[in-house]
């Protein structure tokens, strides 16, 4: 037993085999006109048709998301500094006015007048005029030494 199906045509009603110039099994596909592009990359229904816009939109959502974060992000960066920089100046009129106080205070405390107060209070007591020798001759010269 053969499992090879027979593929000739059945003879025809009246007992006559089928003649050779019947139209063949398929159509010709010159009659059929040809798909354009745009029915081949267009895809069909309505739901469809919105599907490829969901990454993009959710692209674009995620993207203006992070620039709102990085925005708030950079903004209270940027508040900080200033508040540093604020807390800075502050720090630096502080640090000027007292310097300008050890300046008054350092000059008063450099002053003959005080000097010798202070030294007075301690017992010291005023030099006389100071005397010269003189290593050649052996004199003592000075305002008591120079008559002598």
Known sequence: ??????????PAR?????????????????????????EHTRPKGGAQGRAPRIPFVLLVLCLLGATLVSLLVLRSVVAEEAYAIASLKEENRELSQEEQQLRSTVAQLESSERISGEAEGMGMEQGEAPLFLDPASGEVSGANGSGE
């Open 1 to 10: 037993m053969s499992t090879r199906t027979d593929t000739r045509r059945a």
């Open 14 to 38: 009246g007992g006559r085999p089928a003649a050779k110039t019947a139209a063949p099994a398929q159509p010709k596909r010159a009659n059929r006109p040809a798909p354009s592009p745009a």
